[in-house]
């Protein structure tokens, strides 16, 4: 048998209730959040080269804000929003994995 | 004839070199392990004295890097042919104690001529893995060797049953060729698999993760759902491979071997399995063994998306596949997981001319953003895709619930079914009670002085009304309503005259499944 919750549990599909066990997999899903559109998260593990922006500066959308090596590539990640740089999470060096939070930028009100 | 006296001798001596493998310290390696060498493998899986190997003398033809001075014995793989049951089957085992088992062309090549010789005389091939992966120093020539061995598995599915056993590492792109077989067996402490390897998650994300936490044989029997079978050791791993082919056909031209038939053993009553209440959860497979010849069922990726049960048994004396919802895990609903599971056998069912009976008790897709975002469609697609185009006899039993998508999902008569039972609890509705209720009398709950006892007593209207096999035996949507004792019979009668069940498709090349 599956490594599961060896109770029961109460289990809601589609507005019915079920007693049942739960799987490992689904017990350690990922609880989804809303992305913040000034996030820039890391989309490869990789290696931070450089970095082209400070904390406080104004970025325009597509402003080059650091050099990301991965799968064997610089790749250049750019302002995903125009606003000012609050946080930059990463030193030059740094080894990253997928989904770091690299910087932060507040976007600018529309 | 002293010529040919001495000409013998110099071949015993020839294969006696080759088979000592990498030698002793090596093999002394191997089996500290916990390992056997490639050719007891073989030896403990073919009937005894059957093994006819061939390619012994084969020489690898790596030039650079002083490779031109090394001799291989075998060049790391040992090939042949055999027997299991009496019947033939064509074989290849990595040796480990050989360069690490390390795949060049010349290797590779050894491995396609007996998976040429399994394609051309229709029986099966089970190939052994246990590898360090490519041997670098061939370069290209090694890239070579595994795309040949990929297109072989590719051109073999479907036509013969193809087994991969990971009795030690199988790393890179050697993985691929198991991934593209029918079931894949895995060991405990043994088997390693991955496509990138503790050293450079370490490299490239400073991560320290161990082999077996990567991708050892419970992480693909569990997570990954790459692995079809898991076993404690070795001698159970090839216990489980001579089990299953005693269910599966040597050739998608034959059917499995029948044997006799023989009444279920098991003590239990299906009477009384499951419960009346949709909302209680028992282990379906209690009723598959009410069912199957002998109460032997062959449970596949048992650890994996259990929240569906596949698996071989046999039903008068022959081979049936049973895809059913398991409402003691997860309540038994269709997600990612449980959607690719039984896809994939019910193909392998319709390729291999294995009549499929599904029994079903679900009330529907998981719900969640994971999910959705997962591809719970294209994934859940697959189902229907894979029972649509099955030719294969199709019998459907209904024990209890059966909403929405899921009822359509569980090869329902509009899916192609041949027949469809419904036991008397079973509840075949567009949706489950609560939220049918809610919808529908949304209007007179809202304007109730009691809003509570109005949704209770029209969820009891709702009951009452369609959460029963009738409505959808009045449409001619299930043949019969059956008590939960017929079962067995039912089913092997609606088997008996499927026997020469002939379906036609339009030509084409192929159809293209959600993959």
């Known amino acids: 048998m599956e490594k599961i919750d060896k109770k029961y549990v109460d289990f809601s599909v589609m507005a019915g209730t079920y007693k049942t066990r739960l799987t490992k997999k689904f017990s350690n899903r990922p609880q989804w959040n809303k992305p913040e559109p000034g996030d820039v998260l890391s989309n490869l593990p990789g290696t931070i080269i450089q970095i082209k922006v400070k904390v406080g500066e104004k970025v325009e959308a597509g402003q080059l804000l650091l050099i990301h090596e991965a799968m064997k590539m610089l790749n250049r990640v750019v302002a995903p929003v125009s606003g000012i740089v609050t946080d930059i999470n990463v030193n030059v060096g740094d080894k990253i994995g997928k989904n770091h939070l690299m910087i932060k930028i507040v976007e600018n009100e529309k | 004839m002293a010529d040919l006296t001495k000409s013998i001798l110099t071949l015993r001596e020839k294969k006696a070199i080759v088979e000592k493998g990498g030698g002793e310290a090596a093999i002394e390696k191997q089996v500290a392990m916990g390992k056997l060498t490639a050719r007891e493998r073989i030896q403990a899986i073919l009937d005894k004295n ?34 299991i049951g009496g019947a033939p089957v064509c074989i290849y085992a990595q040796d480990f104690t050989v360069a690490g088992g390390s795949l060049g062309l010349q290797h590779a090549r050894k491995i396609t001529k007996v998976m040429d010789i399994a394609l051309k005389m229709k029986c099966p091939v089970i190939g052994i893995n246990d590898s360090g992966g490519a041997r670098i120093q061939e370069g290209v020539s090694a890239l070579a060797g595994y795309g040949e061995i990929f297109y072989r598995n590719t051109i073999a599915s479907g036509v013969i049953p193809q087994l991969s056993l990971i009795l030690g590492p199988c790393a890179g792109g050697a993985v691929y060729s198991p991934a593209l077989t029918d079931f894949v067996f895995v060991v405990e402490g043994i088997s390693k698999m991955f496509i990138t390897g503790p050293n450079v998650i370490k490299t490239v994300l400073g991560e320290d993760i161990s082999m077996e936490d990567l991708g050892g044989a419970r992480v693909h029997a569990e997570i990954t759902g790459n692995a079809h079978f898991y076993a404690l050791n070795e001698e159970e791993c090839f216990e489980q491979v001579k089990n299953l082919l005693k269910f599966i056909p040597w ?23 499951v419960p009346s209440d949709p909302k209680q959860p028992y282990d379906v497979r209690d009723v598959i063994r009410c069912i199957v010849d002998d109460s032997d069922f062959l449970e596949i990726q048992e650890l994996w998306a259990a929240n569906i049960v596949i698996g071989f048994g046999r039903m008068g004396g022959e081979t049936v596949g049973f895809v059913a919802n398991q409402p003691m895990v997860l309540a038994g609903v269709l997600d990612c997981d449980s959607a ?13 001319n294995i009549p499929i009976v599904t029994l079903e008790d679900m009330p529907g897709y998981l719900p969640g953003v994971d999910q959705e975002h997962a591809g719970v469609i294209r994934h859940g697609a697959k189902v229907l895709y894979a029972y649509s185009e099955a030719t294969v006899p199709k019998v459907t039993v209904i024990l209890r619930k059966a909403y929405g998508g899921g009822y359509i999902a569980m090869n329902s008569r509009h899916l192609g079914a041949d027949f469809m039972f419904a036991w008397p609890t079973a509840e075949i509705a567009v949706m489950g009670p609560d939220g049918a209720a809610n919808i529908i009398f949304r209007k007179e709950i809202m304007e109730a002085e009691d809003q509570e006892a109005m949704r209770q007593e029209k969820v009891n209207e709702y009951i009452e009304k369609f959460a029963n096999p009738y409505v959808a035996a009045s449409k001619g949507f299930v043949d019969t309503v ?10 092997l009668h609606a088997l008996k005259l499927s026997a020469l069940k002939e379906e036609c498709r339009p030509e084409r090349k192929h159809g293209l499944p959600p993959f």
């Open chain 2, 50 to 83: 059957s093994f006819h190997e061939t390619d012994m003398f084969v020489k690898h033809d790596g030039r650079d890097f002083g490779m031109d001075k090394k001799e291989f014995a075998a060049d790391g793989v040992v090939t042949g042919t055999g027997t």
């Open chain 2, 251 to 273: 050739n998608n031209q034959q059917k499995a071997p029948a044997v006799k038939a023989k009444e279920p053993k098991t003590k239990l009553n299906i009477e009384e399995i």
């Open chain 2, 340 to 352: 690719d599971k039984a896809a994939r056998f019910i193909r392998f069912c319709d390729s291999f």
């Open chain 2, 482 to 491: 059956i008590e939960p004792k017929e079962t067995r019979t039912q089913i």
